[in-house]
């Protein structure tokens, strides 16, 4: 908008009462040519002077993004495209161009973008949110990285960031973090399968219809961890910051099977005996 544009504007919303005095002050004050395009904020009892300075001066009003632990990458992009102050430049691509846009090496983005609040100004576009959250991920993961654990059985960055995901989806308590971490890390070692249900949840996607069976289990898929050994092909979810530590970082515990007690928390055991007491006691039972 041109500086005429704005005054009409602002007088039709009542926030100046006359749009040829508003011109005429702006024109007065060397401010007509200096008025930043963008998204304000104002009072309407707020002064003409002061609304000039707050124009020129670029005080836009600020929108906000929150991308949250174990969100997917299509959750990302839901939260964005339905946010009224992000600019949708992303419509219409397919994943691999987003990473492109970004000049991101990985050809899946699944887990790269860091769960936190963006703060914006309105009209921002949604790749540059994106650049932000992908950066702060990358930073994260090779400060965690550099301080990991000796004998992990992961050979990088991103191998830490798959497993960290799994570790982000299978529990919600803080302080079980290190030990689900260990378990993990215990079965890599001894070269046994993960036996994540969240991988498998995560590869089936829209087929999921709530609920796992054992058909489920036993249906071959590049992100069942109960048929393939090792990790699967690209993390599952955002991991927070705390999930990636206790992946480098897991607890000094044995254990090699969790199961849940329907709480929330979970039953840790060395052997499968132990194991299968505690499925028996938690869920055969229920």
């Excluded at 632990?69 to 600019?87: C, K, N, S």
């Excluded at 846009?101 to 009209?123: N, V």
């Excluded at 000796?150 to 497993?163: C, F, I, M, N, T």
């Excluded at 803080?174 to 001894?190: G, H, M, Q, T």
Aim: aromatic share 10%; hydrophobic share 40%; no cysteine.
């Amino acid at each position: 908008m041109g500086l005429r544009q704005i005054a009409t504007r602002l007088e039709s919303t009542g926030v100046v009462s006359d749009s040829r005095g508003f011109i005429l002050l702006a024109r007065l004050l060397g401010k007509a040519g200096h008025l930043k395009a963008g998204s304000y904020e104002v009072d309407q009892s707020i002064a003409p002077i002061s609304l000039l300075n707050k124009l020129e001066r670029g005080e836009f009003a600020q929108g906000q993004v929150r991308f949250i632990e174990g969100w997917t990458f299509r959750q990302i992009r839901d939260a964005l495209y339905a946010h009224p102050m992000v600019r949708n430049d992303t419509k219409g691509f397919d994943d691999r161009e987003i990473l492109e846009r970004l000049g991101a090496p990985e050809i899946h983005p699944e887990g790269l973008f860091f769960p936190d609040t963006y703060h914006f100004s309105a009209g921002t576009s949604d790749l540059v949110i994106l650049q932000h959250a992908y950066w702060k991920m990358q930073s994260v993961l090779v400060e965690l990285w550099e301080s990991r654990a000796s004998g992990l059985p992961l050979s990088s960055p991103y191998e830490a960031l798959v497993l960290a995901s799994i570790v982000e989806k299978e529990t919600g308590h803080p302080e079980e973090r290190e030990l689900v971490a260990a378990v993990f890390i215990n079965r890599l070692k001894r070269g046994m399968r993960l036996q994540a249900d969240p991988t498998i949840v995560y590869g089936l996607g829209e087929d999921f219809e709530g609920r796992l069976r054992t058909r489920h289990l036993q249906a071959d898929q590049p992100y069942n961890t109960y048929t393939r050994a090792g990790l699967p092909p690209t993390p599952i979810a955002l991991p927070g910051a705390a999930a990636i530590a206790a992946t480098l970082n897991p607890a000094d515990s044995p254990a090699l099977y969790f199961v849940s007690r329907n709480d929330g928390t979970h039953v840790f055991s060395r052997t499968l005996q132990e194991h299968n007491r505690a499925v028996y006691k938690y869920q055969k039972s229920q």
